[in-house]
């Protein structure tokens, strides 16, 4: 089973696509290995993203077990509608990236508070269940984003999750969480401040 994670980029930030692979599909333990990584170039306007993924969902080795999650937050609705319309051959599921405390569902739409999705990447990652392809093109960048993750108190019981005001993309980061989120039985967890933990 194959499930990739898209984040769509703002005017400061590239989108990117990640394809994280299952190879036992019922599971839920088995390991996961990041596939395929690659950043849409900044500007990209988002019918070239939807293009992009379909280009990436083409292989017959992905249709008919494929899962998209989308990151569709802000000016994520109308991409997500280019995907339907796309018939892609794949399940599609929108995430709106939330501050909040808790996951929400309706349909196949989520709310799902950033460091939820940071907290399922921490954990798959220390427990040796994610695996980065040595093959990849991006694993360098990638695994650079991972480390500049931060989790910091905001006041008022927030944490503010990301790379973004530390110097860093981490939209490479976003669609790998995606993806996980989605392959992952998905449980609230809480966490500290500091550093990403399990990335050295």
Known sequence: ????????????????????????????????????????PLGTSYPLVVEAVREALISDELRGQCSLTIDATGLGAPVLDMLRAARLGCELTAVTITSGARETQQGLNWS???????????IKLEQGELKIAKEIDSAGALVK?????????K??????????????????????????????????????EGRLPGIS
Request: charged share 25%; hydrophobic share 45%; aromatic share 6%.
């Open 145 to 153: 984003e991972l480390m500049s993750v931060r989790m910091a108190s």
């Open 1 to 40: 089973m194959f499930y990739m994670g898209l984040d769509l980029g703002q005017r400061r930030d590239p989108s990117a696509v990640a394809i994280v692979e299952r190879q036992e599909r019922y599971a839920a333990r088995a390991p996961l290995v990041v596939r395929h990584l690659q950043r849409v």
């Open 155 to 192: 006041g008022e019981g927030k944490v503010r999750v990301g790379a973004d005001g530390y110097g860093q993309h981490d939209d490479l980061v976003m669609a790998v969480a995606l993806a996980v989120w989605k392959a992952s039985a998905r449980k609230a967890v809480s966490f500290g």
């Open 112 to 122: 799902v508070p950033k460091r939820d999705l940071m907290a399922g990447l921490q």
